[in-house]
T-cell receptor
Framework: EAQVTQNPRYLITVTGKKLTVTCSQN?????MSWYRQDPGLGLRQIYY???????DKGDVPEGYKVSRKEKRNFPLILESPSPNQTSLYFC?????????????FGPGTRLTVL | GQNIDQPTEMTATEGAIVQINCTYQ??????LFWYQQHAGEAPTFLSY??LDGLEEKGRFSSFLSRSKGYSYLLLKELQMKDSASYLCAVKVHSNYQLIWGAGTKLIIKP
């Protein structure tokens, strides 16, 4: 089944404790992206990747890191999480970055930072 | 700056028709997407418009006017399962990012 998977789905952690949220897609997509979703603000892009070893900042990259060593995986790293990073996170992928390519979303990771 | 406006919430009756509007002001335009998002779930793709006019897909249609910076999503024969948030997103020319509206929560009443 073609899909985007994320792990963990739910995570409660404390300020400053490094964490990684994994994202994997099995559709051979070139483009991958991380979003956070907060009430009343809509989806905001954190980082995106056009292909392996090519990443760039989105609208809200501060406090996050990413890497794209393999085409299928695009982990999101929070080196020192803070309470303002409490949010719902989505990973998404599309065949390419071309305009007409729809994005497929993972199920989401609900993160709480205490 | 980049801005997308949608109504926060709308209510409609089962079996009726509802139109959800989206207006945008962006530095460029390379297409507009509509996604559906049920509570607690991931967004799923509904439609894509890049040229002016109406695109029909079953019970759902999407309209675009580039000169007015305006789009709408039309849902016909509403069903209870259509209760969800509807997200409007614009792809801007200058980069590959999507700019997202905050979404419209649609409540369907029997």
């Amino acid at each position: 089944e073609a899909q985007v998977t994320q792990n963990p789905r739910y995570l409660i952690t404390v300020t400053g404790k490094k964490l990684t949220v994994t994202c994997s897609q099995n559709m051979n997509h070139e483009y991958m992206s991380w979003y956070r979703q907060d009430p009343g603000l809509g989806l905001r892009q954190i980082y995106y990747s056009m292909n392996v070893e090519v990443t760039d900042k989105g609208d809200v990259p501060e406090g996050y890191k990413v890497s794209r060593k393999e085409k299928r995986n695009f982990p999101l790293i929070l080196e020192s999480p803070s309470p303002n990073q409490t949010s719902l996170y989505f990973c998404a992928s599309s065949l390419t970055a071309r305009s007409y390519n729809e994005q497929f979303f993972g199920p989401g990771t609900r993160l709480t930072v205490l | 700056g980049q801005n997308i406006d949608q109504p926060t919430e709308m209510t409609a009756t089962e079996g009726a028709i509802v139109q959800i509007n989206c207006t945008y002001q962006t530095s460029g335009f390379n297409g507009l997407f509509w996604y559906q998002q049920h509570a607690g779930e991931a967004p799923t793709f509904l439609s894509y418009n890049v040229l002016d006019g109406l695109e029909e897909k079953g019970r759902f249609s999407s309209f675009l006017s580039r000169s007015k910076g305006y789009s709408y999503l039309l849902l016909k024969e509403l069903q209870m399962k259509d209760s969800a948030s509807y997200l409007c997103a614009v792809k801007v020319h200058s980069n590959y990012q999507l700019i997202w509206g905050a979404g419209t929560k649609l409540i369907i009443k029997p």
